[in-house]
Nanobody, 124 residues
């Protein structure tokens, strides 16, 4: 099991940028697939992006492709989500998640461990 803590959320105007961080505990971070999900009020949790254990494999939801970039620094046990050209519809609580079984999945059920979330609000 890994402990995850997100940070970097906040209020930003449409067109602006934010960088989220996800700090992980434990020595096995570099072996996990890591993902970002988000959940807006009244909506289901949705996939945003994942990154493979070495950082060379990434995959994005169509809604964020070309605007968001996922990355990781295994030496620092940290994953990032750079969010550019933000839109009001990006407003949500953003969660990081860990998959020790390396399923490279896009469903919440594909991930075992979750952070507490960080709020991102984009004003129009």
């Amino acid at each position: 099991q890994v402990q995850l803590v997100e940070s970097g959320g906040g209020l930003v105007q449409a067109g602006g940028s934010l960088r989220l961080s996800c700090a992980a505990s434990g020595r096995s971070f570099s072996t996990y697939v890591m993902g970002w999900f988000r959940q807006a009020p009244g909506k289901e949790r949705e996939f945003v992006a994942f990154i493979g254990w070495s950082g060379t494999s990434t995959y994005y939801a169509d809604s964020v492709k070309g605007r968001f970039t996922i990355s990781r620094d295994n030496a620092k046990n940290t994953m990032y989500l750079q969010m550019n050209s933000l839109k009001p519809e990006d407003t949500a609580v953003y969660y990081c998640a860990a998959d020790p079984r390396r399923r490279l999945g896009v469903r919440p059920d594909d991930y075992d461990d979750w952070g507490q979330g960080t709020q991102v609000t984009v004003s129009s």
